[in-house]
């Protein structure tokens, strides 16, 4: 039990030196006379209870799944590296499909216990740095299903096309007023 507490210490002192770093959050330190990874983790527990209650646990979870990758992505397109594009076109990809799979299955979401805890861990998974689980799930299991229908979806895509080409002829015949003659292109 003792390593366990001097490796949680150690996790507190490196976050404070880390947060420390911020001006801001030594000012609140001076100011409230408590260290900045104490405030850390109660927000992080307090979130984390709201979460487990099912007080706005989704709307945590759109935060913790968008706010971060939101701001990486930004910060990623500003750069002129690649690797960092892909990581978070990965897993806006993954997020993407695991968002329209919710919406499919959200009237059984309310039976499942920790739900949302669940799935604010599995977010993070998805876009922490040294985990990378966009990229597992999407080598593993999105990659290999859409290689597969590919040929399909192209087909099917091609085919909405034409018809939404046809229907905006239909309604440019339609819409257009008697007597007047079509701008040439």
């Known amino acids: ?13 490196s976050l404070d030196e880390t947060l420390r770093r911020y001006p801001q959050v030594k000012q609140l330190e001076e100011k409230f006379k408590v260290r900045p990874s104490h405030v850390v983790v109660s927000l992080a527990g307090v979130l984390l209870a709201f979460v487990l209650f099912g007080i706005g646990s989704n709307a945590l979870c759109n935060l913790v799944g968008f706010a971060y990758p939101v701001y990486a992505s930004f910060k990623a397109i500003k750069t002129d590296e690649k690797a960092d594009d892909k990581q978070w076109l990965t897993y806006w990809v993954v997020f993407a499909l695991f968002t329209v799979i919710e919406s499919i299955t959200d009237f059984f979401i309310p039976w499942i216990p920790f739900y949302f805890v669940a799935k604010m ?5 998805l876009y922490y740095p040294t985990t990378k689980g966009a990229e597992v799930v999407f080598t593993k299991v999105i990659d290999p299903v859409l290689t597969k229908y590919q040929p399909r979806i ?17 309604y440019d015949n339609i819409t257009e007023e008697p007597g007047s003659q079509k701008k040439s292109m």
């Open 1 to 13: 039990m003792e390593q366990y507490q001097q490796k949680f210490n150690e996790q507190m002192k």
């Open 121 to 125: 861990g599995f977010l993070i998974w």
């Open 154 to 170: 192209e087909q099917a895509s091609n085919k909405a096309n034409q018809m939404a080409q046809s229907a905006k002829k239909v």
